[in-house]
């Protein structure tokens, strides 16, 4: 079991930059690809960006690249998403999921087992 805590969303002007951080607790960090999601009012979720178990690799959706950074810190047993250039589309919750998995590289939910209730990233125009 592994019990995932999201924070730092918050409110920014477009082009502004966030830091989301999600906590985990529970069994051996490392042993688990870890993944950024998102879901907007009315819309589906959505894969952000995911971070293979040692972090050397990463993946992001077409609307992330060049503008978030996903890392993990594995001693913390944290990962992070680094936003910048945000839009008023990145507007959304934001949850991070863990995976038993090894492949980062699937943007499919369903490889997640594990879920934090989320952090609301809001961007103003």
């Known amino acids: 079991q592994v019990q995932l805590v999201e924070s730092g969303g918050g409110l920014v002007q477009a082009g502004g930059s966030l830091r989301l951080s999600c906590a985990a607790s529970?069994?051996?960090?490392?042993?688990?690809?870890l993944g950024w999601f998102r879901q907007a009012p009315g819309k589906e979720r959505e894969f952000v960006a995911a971070?293979?178990?040692?972090?050397?690799?990463?993946y992001y959706a077409d609307s992330a690249k060049g503008r978030f950074t996903i890392s993990r810190d594995n001693a913390k047993n944290t990962v992070y998403l680094q936003m910048n250039s945000l839009k008023p589309e990145d507007t959304a919750v934001y949850y991070c999921?863990?995976?038993?998995?090894?492949?980062?590289?699937?943007?499919?939910?369903?490889?997640?087992?594990?879920w934090g209730q989320g952090t609301q990233v809001t961007v103003s125009s």
């Open positions: 529970g069994r051996t960090f490392s042993n688990y690809v």
């Open positions: 971070v293979s178990r040692g972090g050397g690799s990463t």
């Open positions: 999921a863990a995976s038993r998995g090894v492949d980062y590289t699937r943007k499919d939910l369903s490889i997640y087992e594990y």
